[in-house]
């Protein structure tokens, strides 16, 4: 089949190395994943026709591409941090459906945390002082600065608590404790969430992501090649990406993430609504992040996120399971970590999770996911709604 008509679908995930991992370099975790993932889905690198990467060298898709023996006719090196991924696979599901690929790779690898150890960097991360950011790098706006500000402003409008934004934290962390491959597993409660060292009001250590190493890769697929897949397909739905601001100053208000536009995309395209969704994957660098996501994408209503996260409903057995591998807030997050999204999403629908698998009330594997990344300070967005046979 080809042309318009042609649908895509996730055949092949995999993680490389993750969490501490001092001896790899950036290109080493990228081929892991990529050789991982065409293993996965038992297809050669021949096979590969469209790649896309971003984060790594001058020229991120020709240079990983020539180090992992690829010459693919179509690439994407769109770059809106953590959202980049979900976007990519937008992208890359268009190609497929136009003609222009058949087989796409999505690789992402980063020593965030043994760069940093080795001295190789310092532990701060810095978007430079050029352009718009001139008028706000002067004052302190630092990236972490920019996220509590905005969750300050949510506990202002609505009566969002501590209590409820360390929620998130704790049952990222219950729902770790079940994946072997999480990089923190210890329980914590919100005690131990709000007694941490503050790092930027109101967050203190344990509302933040940690810092790992690792990588990723996803390889989408033409329908007519699924056949030729050894793993079951993950249909890509519907997809949606939006870009909101750069300069706060121009964020018309701080309690909407652009995930309100993506995600009513998303939804609309696929002819899903939130309410079906069994398993939600969301970027969660800082607590508020997943609250406010979960709200603009629609599962709760804006202001509501903090009474519906106190409830439990995050868990891996609540009413809807998010982050279910443990998040970047407890398993892993080398940096830009929407591929991870996808990754776990298409895990759990393939029923391949373990020991931290979702399931529903009949025993299923979870039917419909949506992996909702977010990028740079709350600028962009980028939603994948996902579905199995």
């Known amino acids: ?38 293993a996965d889905a038992g297809l050669t690198p021949d096979a590969v026709d469209g790649f896309a990467s971003a984060g790594l060298g001058t020229l991120a898709p020709v240079e990983v591409a020539e180090y992992l023996g690829l ?23 268009d190609a497929i459906a136009a003609g ?8 992402y690898g980063s020593t965030a945390r043994a760069d940093v150890r080795a001295g ?28 509590a500000m905005a969750a300050r402003r949510h506990m202002h409008e609505y009566g969002t608590t501590l209590d409820q934004l360390a929620q998130v934290a704790v049952q990222a962390r219950q729902n770790a404790s079940r994946n072997p491959g999480a990089m923190f597993r210890d329980p914590i409660t919100v005690d131990d969430v709000l007694s941490g060292p503050m790092i930027a009001d109101p967050f203190t250590k344990l509302h933040c992501c940690l810092r790992s190493d690792g990588g990723a890769a996803v390889l989408l697929v033409a329908e007519e090649l699924v056949r030729d897949c050894a793993r079951p ?19 018309e208000d701080f309690t909407v993430s652009p995930a309100a536009v993506s995600g009513r995309l998303a939804f609309e395209r696929a002819g899903v609504a939130p309410a079906e969704i069994d398993i939600a994957e969301i970027y969660d660098a800082f607590t508020y992040m997943t609250l406010v996501t979960l709200e603009d ?30 998040g970047g807030l407890s398993a892993q997050h080398p940096g830009m970590r929407g591929l991870f999204l996808l990754v776990e999403a298409v895990r759990q629908l393939r029923g391949e999770a373990g020991g931290h698998q979702v399931r529903r009330a009949d ?16 600028c962009s967005a980028g939603t994948v709604v996902l579905g199995r046979d």
């Open 297 to 326: 994408l629609g599962f709760c209503a804006k202001g509501e996120g903090g009474a519906f996260v106190e409830k439990g409903r995050l868990r891996h057995d609540g009413e809807l399971p998010t982050n279910t591998d443990g």
């Open 100 to 107: 222009h690929a058949r087989a796409v790779l999505l690789v």
């Open 120 to 147: 190789r960097r310092t532990a701060n991360l810095s978007f430079g002082a050029r352009g718009p950011l001139q008028f706000e790098v002067p004052y302190g706006y630092t990236l972490i600065a920019k996220y």
């Open 363 to 378: 025993g299923s594997a979870p039917a419909l996911a949506v992996a909702s990344g977010t990028g740079g300070w709350f």
């Open 1 to 38: 089949m080809t042309g318009a008509h042609r649908k895509a679908a996730i055949t092949g995930i995999a993680l490389s190395d993750c969490g501490r991992v001092d001896e790899a370099t950036p290109y080493t975790l990228h081929a892991q994943a990529a050789r991982r993932a065409l």
């Open 233 to 251: 397909p993950a249909w890509i739905l519907g997809t949606g990406e939006y870009v909101s601001h750069t300069a706060m100053s121009q964020w």
């Open 71 to 93: 010459r693919p006719r179509w690439v994407d090196s769109t770059s809106v941090g953590g959202a980049t991924w979900e976007v990519m696979a937008a992208h890359a599901a």
